[in-house]
């Protein structure tokens, strides 16, 4: 019996998901809508980015909502020289860890720095949204994170 | 903490892995399905010590549909054992550590004598960098399809950054890791490498360079647990688990410290690691610098023989690995190779989920 | 919690639309790849256990009873009983067969396992239970190894098989 009988074919999955955000996640979103970045008061004071209903250390509710942003510390990063397909900007960038003024916990997204040796951690970045029209309350209405300054 | 908490993790009754096979991993088996794959296995686990499917009282297995593609894979994949009459059956979305001590529970509840656990992991039919990418917080880190090559680059960046490690200590290990992985025979990745050759490798995702990284494998495995008089009757030598216990972080990465491992240590605290000294650990660290943060959250020396298989880094079946490294560690203390040894599984990215099994020889 | 007040006229964000697309290299494995090949020539190839002697078709390449490798092929006639069937009333996106519609387990004389088939030249409300059927396939130069060579099942005029012969794989 040879092995090499058996047969493949290629198959693509698709699931069109659309997902209730609810009222924290939908106000960090609308947020993003209209250019703006906040985050939520933890039970101990802490402000989280980006928010959530529970505190992901305690799990007790959260509080008021705060601004902030829209620059922070890069408290970590990766360099990616070649991005895949779907990540978010074609051309080499950095992910990173981003804590943004005024809060206590990081986000996750990109940096667009030009090249690793522009990036260290502890580096101030702020944010660049798309253009107003072009925002649908996603992660994606941040185009990238960039050094404050303006490097690249 | 009360008596009964300070307990949890720990066994009350003797339960011991009593037989343990795998697949040769391999990059890729695209003549196999998943049945087909997991038959010999099976087969091995059970011929092993010389009994049948109708010798376990309950099976339960790890595996992940997304992973192929295919939705119940693992109700499909129950036809390799043959589960005729019906049995108690239970699957778990995780790897098959987890499955093992699901069963592990129901044994030291006294509902079982017996067990088989099996898991399935087929890496390669699919994109597992998009994948992965989909375990991750649906909202805020998902959409932006960040895979775990860059997220674990993060984790290995924050390492160097608060100096725990170096570029060159990830190269050492993984040297060391493919180095001993030339004793396995089920390994997929083996060779001598000196870690300056590795050095010259390219970046994937800076600071990891392609060395760091674990292999892309297609690889199942299975594990019979019994208890006590079983065990023995079963096992001229079983590897007795002492103590068995698994913890969880926030899936939060940039609310987490991804230098350390609160969970595993947490895990490895309430299973007993510490009464006594381990010969070996077998450690599911996926990324060369995960094992740095491991090590130290078990607590480990350098007297203890890290990975003697070769650990993920020889091979990672995506859903099998963290199982495999239990059987790794049963295989050594049956052989006599160790008295007492640890086992660790994670799952989720950057070490968010962390299992720790203890066991021990006669 | 305060509401953020938005800028423009558009309400709060209440839904974020994820959509996921994987693209995968799928192998049916040996045994399957076995069945899918018959279809190719217009035959049903089933594997036989050797523990309990039950021929399955398609094989997934064990017996789900015994969980040992089906190993002997066995080519399957092209004929067959209706074990039991559903009327189809409902019509659903990317339908292609006219409503109602007959959705049957066939099993194939030979077979210890049926497996579904649409069932056509016969008006719905005259399907039955026992019904024997035979394979409809595409031209010969229209094969794959797919169902999709198989169009349906269609009376072939026997008398309807006795209850006892079928009633173990209803
Ligand atoms: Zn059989």
């Excluded at chain 1, 951690?121 to 992660?139: C, K, L």
């Excluded at chain 2, 499917?53 to 549909?65: L, N, P, Q």
Aim: charged share 20%; glycine share 8%.
């Amino acid at each position: 019996m040879p092995d090499s009988e058996a047969l493949h074919a290629s198959h693509r999955l698709e699931y069109p998901y659309s997902r209730s955000v609810g009222p924290v996640i939908g106000a960090f979103l609308t947020g993003l809508r209209d250019g703006r970045l906040l985050g939520v008061k933890g039970s101990n004071g802490s402000v989280i980015v980006p928010p959530t209903e529970y505190d992901p250390t305690t799990g007790d509710d959260t509080g008021d909502m705060v601004d902030v942003g829209p620059g922070g510390v890069v408290e970590s990063w990766a360099w990616v020289s070649h991005p895949l397909p779907k990540h978010p900007l074609t051309t080499p960038f950095a992910w990173a860890l981003v804590r943004l003024d005024g809060a206590d916990t990081a986000l996750l997204h990109a940096v667009d720095s030009g090249g690793p040796d522009e990036l260290a951690t502890g580096d101030r970045v702020t944010v660049r949204f798309r253009p107003a029209a072009e925002r649908i309350g996603a992660m994606a209405d941040i185009e990238a994170f960039v050094p404050e300054g303006g490097a690249a | 903490m009360s008596a009964a908490a300070s307990a949890a993790g720990r066994t009350n009754r003797p339960v011991s892995v009593a037989s343990f096979a795998q697949a040769h991993n391999v990059r890729r088996d695209d003549e196999h399905n998943e049945v087909e794959m997991l038959m010999p296995v099976v087969a091995e686990v059970f011929g092993a010590i010389g009994i049948t499917k109708d010798d376990v009282d309950f099976i339960c297995s790890g595996s992940s549909d997304y992973l192929i593609g295919g939705p119940f894979s693992f109700v499909t994949a129950l036809d390799a054992v043959g589960v005729w009459p019906p049995k108690p059956e239970s699957h778990v979305e995780m790897d098959g550590a987890w499955a093992l001590y699901e069963a592990w529970v129901l044994l030291q509840e006294g509902e079982i004598d017996a067990a088989l656990v099996y898991c399935f992991g087929r890496s390669s039919p699919g994109n597992l960098n998009e994948i992965l990418a989909l375990q991750l917080d649906p909202y805020y880190v998902a959409p932006l399809w960040p895979d775990p090559v860059s997220l674990a680059a993060l984790q290995a960046r924050a390492l160097i950054d608060a100096g725990k490690a170096t570029e060159e200590d990830f190269a050492a290990i993984a040297s060391r890791s493919r180095r001993d992985a030339l004793s396995n025979p089920n390994a997929q990745v083996a060779n001598d490498t000196p870690a300056q050759t590795l050095l010259e490798d390219e970046y994937v995702v800076s600071p990891l360079r392609r060395h760091a990284l674990p292999p892309i494998t297609d690889g199942v495995a299975a594990i019979v647990l019994a208890a006590g008089d079983k065990a023995r009757r079963w096992s001229k030598s079983p590897a007795w688990i002492t103590g068995f216990d698994h913890r969880i972080e926030t899936h939060s990465l940039g609310a987490r410290d991804l230098t350390s491992s609160s969970s595993t240590a947490m895990a490895a605290q309430r299973a007993g690691l510490s009464d006594g000294p381990v010969d070996i650990a077998e450690i599911h660290a996926p990324f060369a610098h995960q094992e740095i943060i491991l090590v130290e959250a078990l607590g480990l020396d350098d007297t203890v023989a890290i990975n003697p298989s070769g650990g993920a880094l020889a091979a990672n079946p995506i859903m099998s690995a963290g199982l495999i490294r239990i059987g790794e560690a049963a295989s050594r203390i049956s052989s006599g190779q160790a008295r007492r040894a640890v086992a660790h599984a994670t799952s989720g990215p950057c070490l968010q989920q962390n299992l720790v099994c203890v066991l021990e020889g006669e | 919690m305060a509401d953020p007040t938005t800028t423009e006229d558009l309400g709060p964000v209440t839904t974020l639309a994820t959509p996921i697309r994987l693209d995968f290299e799928f192998t049916p494995g040996v045994a399957q790849s076995r069945f899918l090949r018959g279809l190719e020539q217009g035959k049903f190839m089933g594997q036989r256990c050797p523990t309990c002697g039950k021929v399955y078709v398609p094989s997934r390449g064990s017996c789900p009873t015994d969980g040992v490798p089906t190993t002997e092929d066995v080519a399957l006639a092209n004929v067959g009983t209706v074990t039991t069937y559903c009327v189809v009333n409902v019509p659903f996106a990317g339908q292609s067969i006219e409503i109602p519609y007959i959705c049957a387990q066939v099993l194939l004389d030979g077979a210890n396992i049926s497996f579904m088939g649409l069932i056509q030249e016969i008006p719905a409300d005259q399907i039955r239970m026992g019904m024997r059927v035979e394979a409809v396939w595409v031209e010969p130069d229209q094969l794959t190894p797919s169902l999709e060579s198989v169009r349906y099942f269609r009376p072939n005029g026997e008398p309807d098989a006795d209850y006892e012969t079928y009633k173990e794989y209803l």
